[in-house]
């Protein structure tokens, strides 16, 4: 890529990331769970139904571990919002590859233009 280019990408790299809305880190799992109720539906010895589904969203911040469980109601904003921080990662990834390619460029510039001396 050209120094041009390079200052074209990092631009809208820069209004991508102003413009990717709510986000949070994490996955969302699909959980199946059996109850301790005697005789309920989950434990039936030839056709045994779970409980569920449940939702859950698991995810570390700051070196910490966390879940929530999330509503059915609210399952769709929250995979909106993972997929977010998903974006926001893969754009900052791909600004700081961008930004170590510039800062590779000019050092063969500078070097170019200011040749060592014998």
């Known amino acids: ?15 991508e990331l102003a413009d990717i809305g709510p986000m949070h880190p994490g996955s969302l799992s699909e959980q199946f769970n ?13 056709n045994p139904r779970r409980h569920g589904p449940y939702y859950q969203l698991s ?18 904003e929250i995979r909106n919002k993972v997929a977010n921080y998903k974006r926001f990662r893969e754009l900052v990834r791909e600004w700081i590859d961008l930004e170590v390619e510039r800062e590779r460029q000019d050092r063969l510039e500078s070097m170019d233009q200011n040749p060592a001396k014998d």
Do not use: H, N, Y
């Open 1 to 15: 890529m050209t120094s041009r280019q390079l200052e074209q990408r990092i631009e809208q790299l820069k209004q």
């Open 59 to 76: 995810f570390t911040w700051r070196g910490r571990s966390g879940s929530r469980f999330v509503r059915f109601e609210r399952l769709a």
């Open 34 to 46: 059996v109850c301790g109720t005697p005789g309920c539906r989950c434990k039936d010895p030839i």
